[in-house]
């Protein structure tokens, strides 16, 4: 099974090891990158990967695929402790949606003005550290963008 992930939001693409959590930065989770996105207000997070929306919380959604693949958005890191400030959810839990499709509107600076990372783990649950093979193309990424491959072994 091959799975292209895009980005679900603008930023600076960013290694998992520089994410602010350890449990995110040793790829407990799974494989995958970050975005640290720009200081500039509410920005929409799209869904990676098409799929039903198997997970849903105001700071955090998992898309699962057709192939039964778990992708996981999270916006920021310790946003649990928000609840649900600076963040607005477009679909419901078990929604299908598109690669593309809004899911949430966030803005990092109330993540950040809370003295929080506003860093936005992407990973594919579950799946081996380093099987995530990221494009050629490193540093700014649009969202909707390619924003890495995985493969299972």
């Not at 799975?3 to 407990?28: I, N």
């Not at 869904?47 to 996981?72: D, E, K, Q, Y």
């Not at 783990?121 to 924003?147: C, H, K, N, W, Y």
């Amino acid at each position: 099974m091959s799975l292209a992930v895009h980005a679900p939001l603008s930023g600076a693409v960013v290694a998992l090891g520089k994410v602010p959590d350890p449990v995110f930065a040793a790829q407990m989770v799974g494989a995958g990158l970050a975005v640290e996105p720009p200081h500039e207000g509410p920005v929409p997070v799209l869904a990676p990967v098409a799929g039903r929306i198997a997970t849903l919380h105001p700071h955090a959604f998992v898309v699962l695929t057709s192939g039964g693949r778990g992708v996981l958005v999270h916006l920021g890191i310790d946003t649990v402790r928000l609840h649900g400030d600076g963040f607005q959810r477009h679909v419901t839990e078990g929604e299908e949606v598109e690669v593309g499709q809004k899911a949430i509107t966030f803005d990092p600076d109330v993540v950040r003005g809370h003295g929080l990372s506003a860093m936005c783990p992407v990973v594919v649950l579950d799946s081996p550290p380093g099987s995530a093979q990221p494009p050629a193309v490193t540093g700014p990424i649009r969202a909707g963008a390619l924003m890495f491959h995985w493969a299972a072994s």
